[in-house]
């Protein structure tokens, strides 16, 4: 069987431990963290893996990521 590859936008957030706890907007529930970025990334691939299996398991469809635009908005609070 020829593996399947799927694509997913995770985000990053350093936690309050000094590591990175790491969510996928396309995979509701997805959580997972390391304690370095290269290992908070290890751990969102097999987290991901894990996460697909299951719902492939139960039958269910696995999320196809919609294209995400990324940018930064800066806003200024108490400017008179």
């Known amino acids: 069987m020829t ?3 799927y694509s997913y936008t995770v ?7 000094g590591g990175y706890t790491v969510t996928a907007p396309a995979l509701p529930g ?3 963290e390391g304690r370095t970025m ?9 987290a991901i893996a894990c996460y697909l299996e299951g719902l492939e398991k139960d039958g ?8 995400v635009h990324h940018d930064t908005v800066t806003v200024a609070l108490g400017a008179a």
Do not use: S
């Open 30 to 32: 997805l959580v997972t």
């Open 11 to 17: 985000v990053f957030d350093r936690n309050e431990t």
């Open 60 to 67: 269910e469809p696995i999320p196809i990521e919609r294209e």
């Open 3 to 5: 593996p399947r590859k």
């Open 38 to 46: 290269e290992e908070a990334k290890a751990m969102a691939q097999e």
